[in-house]
């Protein structure tokens, strides 16, 4: 059975920082291109990253270009994404999801095209 739990998130001041972390269980994770996005109260679930199986490609939203990175530790079954220079309006439940995609370079922002999602970690940013 695939699982994926997120950690990390929490409470931190505008221009804070903070590394959401994903643990991957009961799959081939290098099988697996992983996405993170993110849902704030009242709006509908976004984009934000997506990385393919190697690592080696990456996708951001421009809301966070330059501000978050992704990235993922093959040998560990691990995702992250590092936020950085955090903005009240990145608050939000971030969701790691993970999508099927062996030896591939193609990588989506569409959220039905992962079959797999984590429960979500609360990000608070404080102005």
């Known amino acids: 059975q695939v699982q994926l739990v997120e950690s990390g998130g929490g409470l931190v001041q505008a221009g804070g920082s903070l590394r959401l972390s994903c643990a991957a269980s009961g799959l081939t994770f290098t099988h697996y291109g992983m996405g993170w996005f993110r849902q704030a109260p009242g709006k509908e679930r976004e984009f934000v990253a997506t990385i393919n199986w190697t690592g080696g490609s990456t996708d951001y939203a421009d809301s966070v270009k330059g501000r978050f990175a992704i990235s993922r530790d093959n040998a560990k079954n691990l995702a992250y994404l590092q936020m950085n220079s955090l903005k009240p309006e990145d608050t939000a439940v971030y969701y790691c999801?993970?999508?099927?995609?062996?030896?591939?370079?193609?990588?989506?922002?569409?959220?039905?095209?992962?079959?797999?999602w984590g429960q979500g970690t609360q990000v608070t940013v404080s102005s």
């Open positions: 999801a993970a999508r099927r995609s062996p030896f591939s370079a193609t990588m989506t922002r569409v959220p039905s095209l992962y079959g797999h």
